[in-house]
């Protein structure tokens, strides 16, 4: 039964939507691919090689501000569900994010040189929470948008295929040349400040191209009024019900802590297993990321013929094996070795992100369909939350990981045996063994998308 006062949506359609519409929408992934990776993939070493700042400290640093997103996404999704305005109930927020997002973001970076150690890692913690806040403005919307720009779930995996590739543009472009601007502005903090100002202005340049590119998106209205905390409550309740979005989470978040595990260790495995720098960070980043951006329409091909949860289970178990190899390589590999198991990481990664996305919107429409009342908001600021904090967490873990296995943090030229060893199980048989337990959890989802 459709609530009072609620508004239909509109009839499905399975009408292609023009590509100049899903470039226009893809493009502000580029913006958040940057932001999701450069702090992921060089907050931690910034923080413990940089600034001095131990690396468990280091770690909750990047896990602080990412649990603020619990409370800030589900929040925004709510008000951006609710929000009347002629541009839809999304695009106000796109562009709020997009002015508030990119000096945010460059603060990070720019840490005065009096603050070291504790002081510095306060500062960093602060800016980062504020960016995050502005990142939420953006992302929650916009990663609301599918659900009710197609109704067609076929069309709905061909849109958001535009947003994975185009985020792996941004992973790709960031990843690779983040650690070349630091070492171009001399290394150091002069250098991550440069870094930081550079990228925010790609940032800029995505988000207001996803803002500018959305203006003939297909939007609907809101289906109950503005409301308050107590109605958040309610909101979040009722989202929570939805049984295979909640699966579907669960596996996306383990997941997720997999890779931010990895991902924040990266810079460390470069320079101490591998024995390179900002170089060899960006090959390895290249070697994953290029493929992904390649592999995305053959995953499309693929779950055309198996499904989408067939496929996303495929690619989860590729990169588990992925990252079982390069622990299994070893410390001082050689590099065509470890660049080609990177590569089979690369195409892994593409799946991995494509179908949880893409599965995301039919859960927003089973949710009206079973209560008639359209929450993509919600849904997706439970989404955004724990793709933000599985992140954190998997920063946070590796940065654990480190401490536990004795590294010493300061920009020391070498490390002891047992440290790189550290360096190798947080890249490779810790986030292998998240991704295998994630597979548990997506078994159940079929059973509870069919009942």
């Given at each position: 039964?459709?609530?009072a006062?609620?508004?239909?949506?509109?009839?499905?359609?399975?009408?292609?939507?023009p590509?100049t519409?899903?470039?226009?929408?893809g493009?502000?992934?580029?913006g958040?691919?940057?932001f999701?990776?450069?702090?992921?993939?060089l907050?931690?070493y910034?923080m413990t090689?940089a600034?001095?700042v131990?690396?468990d400290?280091?770690?909750?640093g990047?896990?602080?501000?990412?649990m603020?997103?619990?409370?800030?996404d589900?929040?925004?999704?709510m008000?951006?569900?609710?929000?009347r305005?002629?541009?839809?109930?999304?695009?106000?927020?796109?562009?709020?994010?997009?002015?508030?997002?990119?000096p945010?973001?460059?603060l990070?970076?720019?840490?005065?040189?009096a603050?070291?150690?504790?002081?510095?890692?306060?500062?960093v913690?602060?800016?980062?929470?504020l960016?995050a806040t502005a990142?939420?403005l953006?992302?929650?919307?916009?990663?609301s948008?599918p659900?009710?720009?197609?109704?067609d779930?076929?069309?709905?995996t061909?849109?958001?295929s535009?947003?994975i590739a185009?985020v792996t543009?941004?992973?790709?472009?960031?990843?690779?040349a983040?650690?070349?601007?630091?070492?171009a502005?001399?290394?150091?903090?002069?250098?991550?400040?440069?870094?930081?100002?550079?990228v925010?202005?790609?940032?800029?340049l995505?988000?207001?191209?996803?803002f500018?590119?959305?203006r003939r998106?297909r939007?609907?209205?809101p289906?109950?009024a503005?409301?308050?905390l107590a109605?958040?409550g309610?909101e979040?309740a009722?989202?929570?019900r939805?049984?295979p979005f909640?699966i579907?989470l669960?596996?996306f978040?383990?997941?997720?802590v997999?890779v931010?595990?990895?991902?924040?260790?990266?810079?460390?495995?470069?320079?101490y297993a591998l024995?390179?720098?900002?170089?060899?960070v960006?090959?390895?980043?290249?070697?994953?990321?290029?493929?992904?951006?390649?592999?995305?329409?053959?995953w499309?091909?693929?779950?055309?013929?198996?499904?989408?949860?067939?496929?996303?289970f495929?690619?989860?178990?590729?990169?588990?094996?992925?990252?079982?190899a390069l622990f299994?390589?070893?410390?001082?590999?050689?590099?065509?070795?470890?660049?080609?198991?990177?590569?089979?990481?690369?195409?892994a990664?593409a799946?991995?992100?494509?179908f949880?996305?893409?599965m995301?919107?039919d859960t927003?429409r089973l949710?009206?369909?079973?209560t008639?009342d359209?929450?993509e908001?919600v849904?997706?600021?439970?989404?955004?939350a724990?793709?933000?904090?599985?992140?954190?967490?998997?920063?946070?873990?590796?940065?654990?990981?480190?401490?536990?296995?004795g590294?010493?943090e300061?920009?020391?030229?070498?490390?002891?045996?047992?440290?790189?060893?550290?360096?190798?199980?947080?890249?490779?048989?810790?986030?292998?063994?998240?991704l295998?337990a994630?597979l548990?959890?997506l078994?159940?989802?079929?059973?509870?998308a069919?009942?």
């Amino acid at each position: 039964m459709r609530a009072a006062g609620a508004v239909a949506a509109p009839p499905s359609t399975a009408q292609r939507l023009p590509w100049t519409l899903k470039l226009g929408y893809g493009v502000g992934s580029v913006g958040t691919g940057v932001f999701s990776t450069v702090p992921g993939l060089l907050l931690l070493y910034y923080m413990t090689e940089a600034l001095g700042v131990p690396a468990d400290l280091a770690g909750l640093g990047i896990f602080i501000p990412k649990m603020w997103d619990v409370v800030t996404d589900p929040a925004m999704g709510m008000v951006s569900d609710r929000t009347r305005h002629r541009w839809g109930r999304r695009r106000p927020w796109l562009l709020a994010g997009a002015l508030t997002l990119p000096p945010s973001f460059a603060l990070i970076f720019a840490v005065p040189g009096a603050l070291s150690g504790t002081a510095a890692f306060v500062w960093v913690t602060a800016c980062y929470a504020l960016a995050a806040t502005a990142f939420t403005l953006f992302s929650v919307p916009y990663v609301s948008m599918p659900a009710e720009m197609t109704d067609d779930s076929g069309e709905t995996t061909r849109l958001v295929s535009w947003r994975i590739a185009l985020v792996t543009v941004g992973i790709l472009v960031s990843g690779a040349a983040a650690p070349m601007l630091v070492k171009a502005g001399g290394g150091g903090r002069e250098g991550y400040r440069l870094m930081g100002t550079v990228v925010g202005a790609v940032i800029l340049l995505g988000t207001l191209g996803a803002f500018l590119g959305t203006r003939r998106a297909r939007h609907t209205p809101p289906t109950a009024a503005p409301g308050g905390l107590a109605d958040l409550g309610r909101e979040v309740a009722a989202a929570v019900r939805n049984r295979p979005f909640t699966i579907l989470l669960a596996a996306f978040f383990v997941q997720l802590v997999a890779v931010g595990c990895l991902l924040a260790t990266v810079p460390f495995y470069a320079r101490y297993a591998l024995g390179g720098g900002e170089q060899t960070v960006t090959l390895l980043f290249v070697s994953l990321v290029l493929p992904a951006v390649l592999a995305m329409p053959p995953w499309v091909a693929v779950a055309a013929r198996i499904g989408n949860s067939a496929a996303f289970f495929a690619s989860i178990v590729l990169f588990a094996v992925g990252c079982l190899a390069l622990f299994a390589l070893g410390p001082g590999a050689p590099p065509p070795a470890v660049y080609g198991v990177v590569v089979v990481m690369g195409v892994a990664y593409a799946g991995s992100q494509l179908f949880p996305f893409a599965m995301l919107p039919d859960t927003q429409r089973l949710e009206e369909a079973t209560t008639g009342d359209r929450r993509e908001g919600v849904l997706t600021g439970l989404w955004m939350a724990a793709d933000k904090g599985g992140l954190a967490f998997g920063a946070l873990l590796a940065g654990l990981v480190l401490e536990a296995a004795g590294f010493v943090e300061g920009g020391q030229g070498s490390q002891s045996d047992a440290a790189v060893g550290g360096i190798l199980a947080a890249m490779g048989w810790v986030p292998a063994a998240l991704l295998v337990a994630s597979l548990g959890v997506l078994a159940r989802y079929r059973g509870a998308a069919r009942a």
